[in-house]
């Protein structure tokens, strides 16, 4: 016999021996099962959340997968028939067979409370896996050698509570109708100007050639070396963290204060150098603190931390979650990252990053900004502007981006050839100016391009026709 039944002599054993202390309730597995069998109808009711394995009684967990195996071939499920499919079960038998089946369909009176009885079970079920996972973590922290560092032992642990604090009822089929309301809401939200679920670039030219951009996508920004696609991502997560949106910025390259000396550029007008050298005016200073206070008042984080992978970047994205909020995720860049396993190929290694950056975007309902190198045979061909294919390990970068804008900025070329046709001209012609180009974009068309404007000395891009925070001062 079981040794759930043990719990308060529950099925005639002996309340002399010790009760489990396991969070369950045995009356409500009996009352759900005894509803399903007066009625096979009320199981969709529960049949969307529940699973044989919530259920605490073994017994229980095979009578429930039995019934919805028989409902699900179109059979009738009730004392009777399903009394054949354990004709032989020992543990049926100990606690009386058919007629215990027959005291099942006795519990239930009514269907009406199957989906509570069905929400009982599922969250003593939650409980149980809460209390399992404690226990393995103080036996894997106590036995636990150097091949199983801490770290690992705490991300895996984060991940498997997450995963059940994140995991609620499936919504299943639902009207298109529904969707369609959902739609209206948001455009009526953003008529009244307010924050929006979708992520905007903050660039009104670029915002209109791909659409807002739906959370649980990845978006990718490739550029060749020098294109200022950092300092893009930059002035996007700028952009969007003054309207009120919380950006997690994880950098490979850069450190915490590099990143910072930009933002307070990007918000003060005062060049990158000139921050960095340190001989400022009293104004310019003046500025500095401004822009400081203004970056604390904003949901901007950042996390410098080199030679990290995924699953790193999925767990502190994860605490954000919890206690900020996380619209935003932005990884510099995705060739950089930490590979999950080093034995494979690099393509596969690549593949591997951008697929969990996708199911990072998913799983925690925010977007994810890729950054990617470009290969070197951009540098080999006359034509510069970028292509998909240059992109390194590009199959599954392709693949996985829900968008794709690539940069370009033909000043760079031309400022290292000084000596080509017309080139005064050319470089009037294209100073300051940065292209973006749309190479793929699921939600609208995929091609053509737009033209910001380019601030090298304070790394900042905008719109041509909107003055910046340091135009409107004076500063230009």
Not at 265 to 283: K, T, W, Y
Not at 407 to 421: C, G, I, N, V, W
Request: overall charge negative; some cysteine.
């Amino acid at each position: 016999m079981s040794e759930a039944y043990s719990y308060g002599g529950q099925y005639g054993q002996s309340e002399q021996e010790e009760p489990t202390r396991l969070p369950m309730n045995i009356e409500s597995e009996q009352a759900l099962l005894g509803a399903l069998l007066l009625n096979n109808d009320a199981y969709d009711r529960v049949s969307d959340f529940l699973r044989a394995e919530h259920f605490f009684e073994p017994l229980h967990a095979r009578l429930y997968q039995t019934i919805s195996d028989m409902i699900a071939q179109g059979r009738t499920a009730s004392p009777v028939t399903l009394g054949s499919y354990f004709s032989g079960d020992e543990a049926l038998a100990e606690i009386g067979g058919g007629q215990y089946l027959a005291k099942l369909a006795g519990c239930a009176t009514t269907i009406t409370n199957i989906g509570e009885y069905g929400r009982v079970i599922q969250e003593m079920a939650l409980k149980r896996t809460i209390i399992e996972t404690a226990e393995n973590m103080l036996e894997r922290a106590y036995t636990s050698d150097f091949s199983d560092p801490p770290k690992k032992q705490i991300e895996d642990a984060e991940a498997k509570l997450y995963q059940m604090a994140d995991r609620g009822p499936t919504t299943g089929l639902r009207h298109a109708g529904s969707g369609a309301t959902l739609v209206l809401e948001a455009i009526e939200r953003k008529q009244k100007g307010q924050v929006s679920n979708s992520m905007s670039t903050g660039f009104p030219s670029l915002d209109e050639m791909i659409g807002p951009q739906d959370r649980g996508d990845l978006m990718v920004v490739a550029a060749a070396s020098s294109m200022g696609k950092t300092a893009f991502v930059q002035s996007l997560c700028l952009n969007n963290a003054l309207a009120g949106k919380n950006v997690a910025f994880f950098s490979f390259e850069m450190t915490e204060e590099k990143l910072s000396r930009r933002f307070l550029s990007m918000l003060s007008g005062v060049p990158v150098n000139e921050i960095r050298g340190g001989n400022l005016s009293n104004r310019q200073i003046d500025e500095i603190l401004q822009a400081e206070r203004q970056l604390r008042d904003i949901g901007l984080y950042i996390d410098a931390t080199r030679g990290i992978g995924t699953p790193q970047i999925r767990s502190r994205a994860r605490k954000m979650k919890r206690t900020t909020g996380l619209d935003i995720l932005v990884v510099d860049y995705i060739q950089i990252a930490e590979p999950n396993d080093t034995r494979v190929r690099r393509d596969i290694q690549v593949g591997q990053i951008t697929k969990d950056l996708l199911r990072i975007a998913g799983e925690l309902d925010c977007n994810v900004i890729g950054l990617s190198q470009l290969s070197r045979q951009v540098d080999a061909r006359d034509d510069k502007r970028p292509r998909m294919s240059d992109l390194r390990e590009s199959g599954s970068i392709e693949h996985d981006a829900r968008s794709i804008l690539m940069l370009y900025r033909e000043e760079y070329y031309l400022s290292r050839m000084p000596d080509a046709d017309d080139w005064a001209e050319r470089m009037a012609d294209t100073k300051g100016k940065a292209e973006i180009i749309v190479s793929k974009n699921s939600e609208g068309e995929a091609a053509g391009s737009t033209l910001l404007d380019f601030d090298g000395p304070r790394t900042l891009f905008k719109e041509p026709s909107v003055a910046t925070h340091y135009e409107q001062r004076g500063f230009l």
